[in-house]
């Protein structure tokens, strides 16, 4: 069973930069495209980032040219490189396998504000 462990956020001024973490257990890391996702207070979850086995990556409009995905598959993890954050990007921040979607995880707040 896939268990997905997400850490890194917390409190930034707008402007200001955060790395997120996303290990990931359970299955066989190399192959899975790992997907980032956010929920702000009373809104749905959005898809953010995505990146395959492959390294191909896709974002969302909002964050293009901000923020980067990439993998560590020796570590079995993803990590989200967020830069120029604006209080928008304010959320929890999920990371999942979209192909075949685990349980989700606790998330890790992210907070933009001055």
């Given at each position: ?41 009373g ?28 993998r ?43």
């Open positions: 069973q896939v268990q997905l462990v997400e850490s890194g956020g917390g409190l930034v001024q707008p402007g200001g930069s955060l790395r997120l973490s996303c290990a990931v257990s359970g299955a066989i890391f190399s192959i899975n495209t790992v997907a980032w996702y956010r929920q702000a207070p809104k749905q979850r959005d898809f953010v980032a995505r990146i395959s086995s492959g390294g191909s990556t896709n974002y969302r409009g909002s964050v293009k040219g901000r923020f980067t995905i990439s560590d598959n020796a570590k079995n993890t993803v990590y989200l490189q967020m830069t120029s954050l604006k209080p928008e990007d304010t959320a929890v921040y999920y990371c999942n396998t979209p192909d075949s979607l685990a349980s989700w995880g606790q998330g890790t707040q992210v907070t933009v504000s001055s």
